[in-house]
């Protein structure tokens, strides 16, 4: 039902940032937002997400206190900031939505094409 396009993936060095941007197709009322990544040929992980009215967010242990979540619900929005970014960071970063407040991979689950982010040593 939702669509989703994410943006701002790329190429930086080791300790560098990027901000990725995920434009949903309509406005994402009650939802939950946040992101997966993918390294090719494993299997997906979850990475953070942000519920609806933004009273709760979850992340994963790995970029606890270098990667914010957050969301613009006027310009339908979801951003992922990411700082002091490291080698095994390197993935394919999917944005995706789910009605309700928690954010899992089911059935229910919106997924975006994705986006490479690639940090170098």
């Known amino acids: 039902q939702v669509r989703l396009v994410e943006s701002g993936g790329g190429l930086v060095q080791a300790g560098g940032s990027l901000r990725l941007s995920c434009a949903a197709s309509k406005r994402t009322y009650q939802y939950t937002m946040g992101w997966f990544r993918r390294v090719p040929g494993k299997g997906r992980e979850f990475v953070a997400s942000?519920?609806?009215?933004?009273?709760?967010?979850s992340y994963a242990d790995f970029v606890k206190g270098r990667f914010t979540v957050s969301r613009d619900n006027a310009k339908n929005t979801v951003y992922l900031q990411m700082n002091s970014l490291k080698p095994e960071d390197t993935a394919i970063y999917h944005c995706?939505?789910?009605?309700?407040?928690?954010?899992?991979?089911?059935?229910?689950?919106?997924w975006g094409q994705g986006t490479q982010v690639t940090v170098s040593p």
């Open positions: 995706a939505a789910r009605r309700g407040a928690t954010l899992v991979s089911d059935v229910l689950t919106n």
């Open positions: 942000l519920t609806w009215d933004g009273t709760t967010t």
